[in-house]
């Protein structure tokens, strides 16, 4: 699933539906419906999730999953009926082979719960257009450690600018045993979490890449997202004052969360290698 490049916004949604106002956003029902679904251009349709709320003050980290719930897609006045993935994840995919996500088209959620209904709608964008990278491999010394004023080795990526539109930058490292800059501590971890980084959403045209984001040597991939306004809207709620009890920024008619689309430039690869 493609949940794990998803910048985590989820804390945000950890909220009570009880806010300051005095009147609840929900239909009778749904109170406390958290949706997080995504769709992808030209990939598999199973980033659909569907939770509770968790209450104020709540010790609690994990939400509630919805695994119950009808849920479908609208794209063009079709109907396409969503399915519970195995397990109590709360996600939902799309079985079929009959519905692609294209630039352009437009999509509507409509999801049933508990006497309840909630729905959403959005669109997929155009993707990241001449996309280019300086150089196509970054060299990093074993005895590298930090940034500063002697940090200016880096690789630049640029693409299309577009005014007013949002993206962000997933890099992957492709190896199966990556050799570690750093060993030991912090640092040296092996974990997968440590190989990989996402950007925060940005409306500029170029992302640097510097010898501090990388933990591991080895062949990695680079691909730039472009979302939506929906989801930069949620994803900057989530810096709000905690003393503010005020709901996160939401499409979801009748719920909290967010139903977005995004679309992203085809795959670029670079190496970081060891400097002799």
């Not at 030991?184 to 980084?197: K, T, V």
């Amino acid at each position: 699933m493609k949940k794990a490049l998803i910048i985590v916004i989820a804390l945000v949604l950890l909220i009570s539906s009880v806010s300051c106002t005095e009147e609840s956003p929900f239909a009778p029902g749904t109170s406390g419906v958290v949706v997080q679904a995504y769709l992808f251009a030209g990939e598999t349709i199973d980033d659909i999730k569907i939770t509770g709320t968790l209450p104020l003050g709540s010790e609690d980290t994990v939400t509630p999953s919805i695994d119950d719930a009808e849920v479908y897609l609208i794209k063009k006045e079709e109907r396409y009926d969503l399915v519970p993935v195995s397990g109590d994840s709360g996600y939902y995919h799309y079985s079929g082979s009959d519905l692609e996500v294209e630039e352009g088209d437009s999509f509507g959620i409509n999801i049933s719960y508990n006497g309840g209904i909630l729905t959403a709608n959005t669109i997929v964008p155009p993707p990241p257009r001449n996309v280019e990278i300086s150089d196509t491999i970054l060299y990093i010394s074993e005895d590298f450690f930090g940034w500063g004023p002697t940090d200016t080795n880096n690789i630049e990526i640029t693409w299309d600018d577009v005014p007013s539109a949002m993206f962000y930058v997933i890099v992957k490292n492709l190896e199966t045993d990556p050799e570690p800059i750093f060993t030991g501590g912090f640092f040296g971890s092996d974990s997968i979490s440590f190989r990989n980084f996402t950007s925060v959403p940005t409306n500029s045209n170029t992302y640097q890449m510097r010898r501090m984001n990388f933990t591991h040597y080895g062949k990695h991939l680079i691909k730039i997202y472009r979302i939506n306004q929906e989801y930069a809207d949620l994803y900057t709620s989530r810096m709000q004052d905690t003393r503010d009890l005020n709901e996160p920024l939401s499409n979801i008619e009748n719920g909290l969360g967010v139903f977005s689309a995004f679309n992203s430039s085809d795959s670029i690869y670079f190496y970081v290698k060891k400097e002799e």
